[in-house]
């Protein structure tokens, strides 16, 4: 099997799905690996570097003409994707929920689409290959580092000889992967750190991390915000609307806010009106992990724009931060992919075997039609 790793033409984006340590585990498991001229550069991996571990850097061209495997992070954009041939494997994340229609058309053209976003996030033994958690963490923990930067006075309580400092009071909304690393990551920085998320199974994860979960109240007779799969449900306008107002005192007194929260498929849940942003001292810090094209957890924050309001509130829309640490995000990524390619490749054959759990869930829509194998 020859697996073959493009270049991201994605703008910003600056990771790569395999790094050279990658490379050398996929040599010894047998595979030819090919890498696109470049391809590592946004990471800092030289082509020499990958050449010295046995993979051959080669034009896109050539890519495509010989790799059973395309390996990407993103999804391709459209040149990219009419240069993948039938029979050909895509292996990245596709993000199938916001963009069917590329989906759609690669089955058409008899390309097969292995979207790591719908990676069965509960089974144990899919854990290694989870690229949705690798590169939350790095987005958690670059979250709290950027907001900490962004922030003019100390995360930490400090005692000086010009007496003590207060630290900083964060509060994180969302405690999934990003958020549980963005309180992880405060907390060694020194802040006193509340946290709040939908799934009521959070509070103990929040709580083990030494920050303080906020209870809200949910409105009565309404269920638990715990959706399918570990992931969260929507909740209904008026059960949003009450969740705001409670957040509303809190973000008043806290001097960062991160937010993280996502619903699969959906538009990510407005949890910090303009108003409440309003409510916030000068030179408090929000940042908005969830901001995208669809709009983020924080109305009005904008996809990687810094916007210092007139009230003094620095507002960060932060919605590739994975991007914004490349070596490590990519690092990850790629030993996410080892172990899906070894899941997938068995005495040297590409088995796609709809029966197998894990890949029917990443084939998605092939499932559905019985898929086509090996
Ligand atoms: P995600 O990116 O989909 O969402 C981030 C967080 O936002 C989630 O915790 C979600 O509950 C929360 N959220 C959604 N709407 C909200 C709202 N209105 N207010 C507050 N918070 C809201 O989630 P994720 O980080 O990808 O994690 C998804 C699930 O997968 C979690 O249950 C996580 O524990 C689980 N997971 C399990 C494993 C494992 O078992 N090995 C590994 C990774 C993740």
């Avoid at 999804?75 to 596709?94: H, N, S, V």
């Avoid at 699969?264 to 995208?292: F, N, Y």
């Avoid at 590409?350 to 759990?357: G, R």
Wanted: glycine letters at 10%; charged letters at 20%.
């Amino acid at each position: 099997v020859t697996v073959g790793a493009v270049r991201e033409r994605a703008p910003g984006e600056r990771r790569v799905a395999l790094v050279p340590e990658a490379v050398t585990l996929l040599r010894r498991a047998g595979l030819d690996v090919l890498i696109e001229t470049g391809a590592g550069a946004g990471a800092w991996f030289t082509d020499a570097e990958y050449t010295d571990v046995g993979a051959r850097v080669v034009p896109p061209e050539e890519l495509y003409a010989h790799a059973d495997v395309v390996l990407c992070v993103g999804p391709p954009d459209p040149e990219t994707a009419q240069a993948l041939r039938g029979g050909q494997t895509l292996i990245g994340l596709l993000e199938p929920l916001r963009h069917p229609a590329l989906v759609q058309e690669l089955y058409r053209r008899g390309v097969r689409p292995v979207s790591l976003d719908l990676l069965p996030r509960t089974l144990s033994r899919a854990q290694s290959m989870d690229a949705l958690t690798s590169q939350a963490a790095v987005a958690g923990y670059k979250a709290a580092v950027l907001a900490a930067d962004s922030y003019d006075r100390f995360f930490p309580m400090l005692t000086t000889a010009a007496g003590t400092m207060r630290p900083a009071q964060v509060l994180v909304l969302g405690a999934g992967v990003a958020g549980l690393q963005a309180i992880a990551t405060a907390r060694r920085l020194g802040a006193v750190v509340t946290a709040y998320d939908v799934r009521p199974e959070s509070r103990e994860e929040v709580e083990s991390l030494g920050a303080r979960f906020l209870d809200i109240k949910r409105p009565p007779g309404t269920e638990s915000g715990a959706g399918q799969g570990g992931y969260a449900r929507e909740l209904s306008a008026a059960e949003q609307a009450a969740q705001r107002e409670a957040l509303d005192a809190h973000i008043a007194r806290t001097d960062i806010v991160i937010t993280t929260a996502q619903v699969p498929g959906r538009r990510p849940p407005l949890l910090v009106t303009a108003a409440a942003v309003e409510t916030m001292k000068p030179g408090s810090v929000v940042v908005d992990l969830a901001a995208s094209e669809l709009g983020g957890n924080v109305e009005g924050s904008e996809p990687e724009k810094t916007v210092v309001l007139d009230n003094g509130v620095t507002v960060i829309g932060a919605g590739h931060l994975p991007s914004a640490m490349a070596t490590a995000a990519s690092t990850a990524y790629a030993r996410n992919l080892v172990a899906l390619l070894r899941h997938l490749v068995r005495d040297g054959e590409l088995v796609l075997d709809p029966a197998d759990e894990i890949t029917a869930a990443l084939m998605g829509e092939a499932s559905l039609k019985g898929g086509a194998s090996s």
